[in-house]
């Protein structure tokens, strides 16, 4: 019986052979939506390319007319390239790794104007989840009386006050219920009338014979001894008493103090609780902080993230990792080459206004394989003016758990139009133009980041959006006096828990604008908290009555003293 | 063109045993249940072509099996998490990946592990059941469908007296 089906066996091969050679014509194609799908999802914005070639000797791949969408301004570029090349080695493809010796980038542009809107449909979904990742907008943020339920808040709020007058009510109870048992207490009355008693008895048997004096003798030692005791006792109430009273007053005063801190805690979430100036650097640091941190943000969350991976390929044989195509158990591979090394970057543009050039070393992925520095070096210079910028990117990764990457950035006399400053309700703060001179220096490790960044405006022209009212027009005003516009962020401290700070020039500005319009309504505002917290609370103006019983007691308590002093006496 | 669509039906229906058709349907259990395009499917696949096996009952049984491991994928990952995981044969795993074929087999994916360990399995019991499910069917079930209304209206068609004939 024959096994082989021979006409089968040349039929898969035939068929393998034309699924190769279609893959060859259809992988440009979905290799060019597989580039544009991934940058637009990560620069939020329309990233396009025009062609994709794949070349078979050698193996090698160009990509042509990339051009990336500025998402601030939809009918700009931020950049255009003009082709990127690259070959692969064949050798190191075999292990599924990919080698560069030469990446060529050429043609960059800048700034470049689009023939479409760049823009992409965002879903109120992925909106809303920038939102909250960039921080609140700038939403005209002085709380208006009107728009804010302050009742509702304060009903809602977890009041120190109310805790400190519950515990405050039940300590006087159990005073009360303690001391007037104790003073009250037919206990005492009866010890006292026994003692007047025998003192009566003894002192008239005394008074008949003297003879009863020695005889008696044990009863009168008895009798002092009772008086005695009754005494200290009345002296060990007596000091309670006080430490009692003091208690009780210092958490009435707790109470009366709870009040302050409930209002200043319900106040700062709205910035008030420094005053207007509270607000104003709410403000600026809402708006200056939405802009400019979520980038440190995104540096911090992709070292964070390499030092998971790299501590988790240190620890562990077997290493899980979940991934869109399902869970990875990456072992440990033997060939200890990166899965993505580029050796050498070259990039080179011009146009009207800029050259650009610039160049790379052992980029790749994952960076402890390549046990070299991995270093970008990009310098942009005006052609017809004192303009440039140039940036230098130095990253060195001892072993996969000590990493040192440095960043120098610097950018001089830089003409910018059209940059949006702030976002507000209304629209866009936009710098129409000005000079831009930054710098920013900083170091990172998979410890610590220390990053500082530098901005100054000069010349700018600011255009705010309509529709402004209030304490943002005299901002408005204030922003168009303004001639330089200094900004300073700084990231510093732990990975895990960096201290991000915003600081700028303009909150002056913003305090003044903030003051000039709106100080009636912010104090308005803070009575209104006032008297909803009074009202929630209660009157506590009878609280230190609570300490009128006292009185009465230690009065009672000295009367007995008394009394058994003078029988004392009479003994 | 009928006359090359009939032989095409023919060649792909020529092996016409049981055990060629319980083969067919346990190799398109292999490719159906792991994803597509994995190494070991160019494997089943010239396997199906090269043997003798009943190339029709291949394809047509393929989308069932798909459906299925589609619905079972969830499952697939957690058996091949707990056998590329285990303790006894991580060494081997390891071993296997440092080769070109491991490498490029996604065996290291616990989804492509698990579906391929569940449906070798299953195509091993699958084998000996359908084989055993064929002879009855032909013994005891054929005689009484041949019988049916439709069956023998199709017989009367065009289609199959060329398909008879070559």
Known sequence: MKIFRWWGISAFFITALMLLLSWYLIAPIIFKSSIESAGTEMLGAKFDVDQVELHLLPLGVTINGIAATDPDQPMQNLFELKTIKFSIDNSILLWKKILINELKIEGIK?????????????????????????????????PELNKIDIKALVDKADLVTLKSLKQLEKKQQSLNKFWENEVEN???????????????????????????????????????????KERKLISALNKKLKTDKTELTQMITQVKNSQQQDLDRLLSKTGLNNGLSGVSKTIYEQLFGAHLTPWVKKIIEFSKHNKDISKKQSESKAVTYETKNGTLIQFVDEKKFPDLFIKHVSLSGKDKQWSTFGEGNNLGYYPWI????????????????????????????????????????????????????LQSEQGNWMINSGTLNASLDGQITLEDIDIKLN????????????????????????????????I????????????????????????????????????????????????????????????????????????????????KVGL | MITSLIKLLKALNSEQSPRQLAIAISLSTILGLTPLYSLHN?????????????LSLFFLSYPLFALLGYLSSSI?????????????????????????????????????????????????????????????????????????????LLKTSTFWKLYEKY
Do not use: C
């Open chain 1, 110 to 142: 800048l700034g470049t104007k689009r023939k479409n809107n760049g823009s992409i449909e965002k879903s109120q979904e992925s909106e809303n989840l920038e939102n909250s990742k960039t921080g609140q907008l700038f939403n005209s943020s002085l």
């Open chain 1, 370 to 421: 390549i046990n070299k520095p991995a270093e970008l070096n990009i310098e942009i210079k005006g052609l017809s003016d004192q303009s440039g910028a140039n940036m230098k990117v130095k990253s060195e990764w001892k072993n996969s758990q000590e990493m040192n990457t440095k960043v120098h950035t610097n950018i001089k006399n830089w003409n910018i139009e059209n940059i949006k400053l």
């Open chain 1, 455 to 486: 901005l100054a405006i000069t010349n700018a022209s600011i255009n705010p959006p309509e529709g402004l009212s209030g304490w943002q027009t005299s901002l408005a005003t204030s922003l168009a006096d303004q001639k330089t516009i200094k």
């Open chain 2, 76 to 152: 697939f990952e957690s058996v091949g998490s707990f056998i590329l995981l285990n303790p006894n044969l991580v060494d081997l795993w390891q071993w296997f990946f440092n080769t070109v074929v491991g490498r490029w087999s996604n065996f290291y994916y616990s989804g492509v592990m698990g579906s391929l360990i569940v449906s070798v399995l299953f195509a091993l019991i699958l084998y000996p059941t359908s084989k055993s499910f064929i002879k009855l069917y032909r013994s005891q079930f054929l005689e009484t469908i041949e019988k049916y209304q439709f069956i023998r």
């Open chain 1, 488 to 567: 300073t962020v700084l990231a510093v401290g732990s990975l895990n828990q960096p201290n991000i700070s915003v600081k700028t020039n303009l909150e002056n500005i913003f305090s003044s604008a903030i003051n000039n319009s709106s100080k009636k309504q912010t104090s308005k505002y803070k009575n209104e908290y006032k008297d909803q917290i009074s009202r929630r609370v209660g009157d506590l103006s009878k609280l230190d009555s609570l300490n009128s019983n006292f009185e009465k007691w230690t009065d009672a308590l000295k009367n007995n003293d008394k009394l058994l002093e003078k029988l």
């Open chain 2, 42 to 54: 160019l494997l089943i696949l010239f396997i199906a072509f090269s043997f003798r096996v009943n």
């Open chain 1, 186 to 228: 037919s206990q005492h009355e009866i010890t006292l009338k026994e003692i007047e008693a025998t003192l009566n008895r003894l002192s008239k048997r005394a008074k008949n014979n003297s003879f009863n004096l020695i005889k008696d003798r044990k009863d009168w030692k008895k009798l002092k001894t009772d008086i005695r």
